[in-house]
């Protein structure tokens, strides 16, 4: 023990040391690249005007303005810029670019934009290559129209400062402890339903998700995305008020439209952007996205103190709900299903299916959009969680457990529509309950306990179901109508139709599209969208196909070739049930909405329900001592295997938050902290 204890004390200082030279030798190469350079002060800047500039006055950008160092003639290889811009301190950034003559090009070429500030430091620091001795350098400034800056010191050939970072050193040193007892240290401990120490380790797993992810949403708290969630303040306004529509009589000119969903002829009347993303549906303005967020949120707020429930709130509510229901539903899942898994592997299962089911999409940007659908998988997570943990008495079902989770399953529809297909899992999580009842049909003192079941099932879609219709039919004329085709919006989606075309790309796009891969940070970029497809097609930036990304989903592959071993474990019905749901959730979103990445979310949640299951019936066949292929892998060879998909997938989704896929993304909104990062974790790129 005392000689292990040894051993692992040594792999610990070899591994701080190794992390070390890592910060010191590689992540601030500059420093050393750049030590020996003679710095050449920049005296004599240049407007576009052709008149001097003093360091330290302020000068105004405007259409065409530059600055220009001229008669340089000397070896430059980087530039240092100390520019000060009189931003708000979180957008305090100044995007320009480098346009150079060396001894190669007479005439100014430009290279790529970058980013300095004078809140960060390393991205001061330009390095520049041009054709030999550069003779002169004009600085243009793309999309700050209107910026103040003043310039305080250009210096050429300037000795970049060794930067030690603590964070990223402590960063690092948690990722050699996270590889070292993944990957080299044995599979012993396994779950146990009732131990106390998995519980608390669990738990503190749980709060360190919290206190990682809240703050990256604080961070997406952006005005714009801010402004998405008025419209659930309007729609608390009217509901007050008894009623349903959140303007009765819309602009005449949106009246007067012969088509008021085209926006080529609305934005022609002069109403282009009125009440964009809303509901226009007979002369009066609705707000289509689902109500229950703001029946159990905003409204009771709204009653109880007569103010608006600020927006965060219930965004932090239904994510922090998000997330308690990832772990408490894959708890679930392993306790009925698969209770030989490793320790190890059970949280990092935990983990990965919490980050991959769309929590950080929605972290990432805090708006009306997100929160529709986030709303919805919340409930559907609980929904599963009480539906699965309501049979963990093998006598009879937990009669609470089955009514909260058909109450929460029956609220989706009144969030996000498309995940109601997940209420048919009912079928495959009760198909047991439903054989007993038929076996005790003749047994008088069981009918009663089995109707109130029943009842409880069903009693929470009846009454949510009868709400939501009248709710439907007194905006839109029909209880099943949920009002998304009346949306103004960039195009019209009452005439969008229905085209077998789309599908080829649309599952192109969300399942099997690779991800972009580059060497600079965030190291995953945003795929491009190439389509023969000659229709209007609705679509943003991706960040890769779900299988070609989230690989611990690639088990799912496998169902047909090991659909015998799945019935014989009895969860042939359930994996077969959540691709199913998965696909015509799929199908669904590409014909009605398009392509979009937050539509990921949707459909995620039954691709890794059926993964996981699958993975579950593979761990569990290393214990029946049976003959087939995957009990000719060595057990720690799989599970290390595993363990690498993981790993891969959170790895994939986290560096996907600081992909610009979004409009308006962290460049704008938040660059200080997005440039920071980039520092922090780039190597090539500054």
Partial sequence: MKKQKRTNWKRAAIAAFIILVLEVFVWNHSFWLTS??????????????GQLLETGTDYQIGDNSYLEIRDIDQKVKNIYLNVETYKE?????????????DEGNQEYYGVDNRVISSLLDKCNYISVYPYGNLKSLKITFPREKGTTITIKTIILNQPVPLFFSVERVLIMYLLYLLIQTLFFQPYETHYQQNAKKRRLITFAIFLICIVLIVPLTLIGNDRSGLATMDKYTELTHSLANGMVSVVENADERLLAAENPYDKSERTALGVGGYKWDYAYFNGKIYVYFGVIPVILTYLPYYLLTGSD?????PYLIFLIGLIAGAFKLTDALVCKYCQKIPLKLYYLLQITFMLGIGTLIFAKRVCIYNMAIMAGLTFTVWGLYLWISSLSDASFPKMWKVAAGSLCMALVAGCRPQLLIASFLALPIFAGQGKKIFRERKAKENVSKHLLVLILFCLPYIITAVFLMWYNAARFGSPFDFGSTYNLTTNDMTKRGFHIARWVSGLWYYLFQPPSVNI??????????HTAYQGKTIYESGIGGIFATNLILLPCLLFYKYRAKFREKKVYLFICFNLIGAILIVCADVQMGGLLTRYTADFTLMFYLAAYMILFTFIDEYYSQSNTLICSIPQTVWYRTLALLCCITCLYLILSVFSLYVSGDYDAYRPVWYYHMKELWGLFDV
């Fill in 36 to 49: 020996e350079y003679n710095p050449i002060r920049v005296d004599k800047i240049y407007t576009e005007t």
């Fill in 89 to 101: 301190t979180e957008r305090n950034v100044l995007t320009l670019r480098l346009n150079m003559i």
């Fill in 309 to 313: 429930l600020p927006h965060i709130v």
């Fill in 520 to 529: 600079e940070f965030p190291y995953i970029g945003t795929t491009s969208f």
